[in-house]
């Protein structure tokens, strides 16, 4: 709250006694005019020297206190209804805005997770197949006869006719 305090000038203090009576020795009204346009100047000036000073030791609470005199209740009472109203709003928001990014990641979580860990495996089975073929292509290429002897034509068992569990030699 913004607090008054009536500063005395010294020197208004000291012209007021010489300056009430005219030079007629009447205190006649006109002759006031000239004390008062003074004590305008003077008041003004001890006025925007102590303002300043208290400006500066003002805080902004009091301020903003001060700030509630200049505005009419009616529009008080408006402004403060549409504050309420839109930090309801908000908070509410917020609020749904949490649980729905709860919900999605939750969902991500038991859902999404498992299943992309399922695709991976399956990638990598498929991979392994597919190094196993490549490997099988390379024997063929390295082995041209080995394909006849894995197959088997004649007896001699699993390994073929020259192999180690014929009955060869």
């Not at 919900?103 to 299943?115: A, F, G, M, Q, R």
């Not at 392994?128 to 024997?139: I, L, S």
């Amino acid at each position: 709250m913004v607090k008054l305090k009536e500063v005395e000038d010294e020197h208004f203090a000291s012209s007021q006694p010489d300056s009430s009576l005219s030079s007629s020795g009447t205190g006649s009204p006109t002759s006031s005019r000239p004390r008062s346009r003074s004590r305008r100047s003077s008041t003004s000036s001890v006025a925007s020297s102590s303002s300043s000073s208290d400006i500066a030791n003002e805080t902004l609470t009091e301020r903003l206190i001060a700030l509630k005199d200049m505005i009419p209740p009616r529009q008080r009472a408006a402004l403060q209804q549409t504050v309420k109203t839109t930090s309801r709003l908000l908070r509410a928001t917020a609020s749904w805005g949490g649980k729905s990014l709860w919900v999605i990641s939750t969902s991500v979580l038991l859902v999404v997770v498992p299943w992309s860990l399922a695709c991976v495996d399956e990638a990598a089975v498929a991979d392994m197949e597919r190094e196993m073929k490549a490997q099988q292509a390379a024997n063929e290429v390295l082995t041209p006869g080995a394909a006849s002897l894995v197959g088997g034509g004649g007896g001699g068992g699993q390994f073929g006719a020259g192999g180690l569990g014929g009955s060869g030699l």
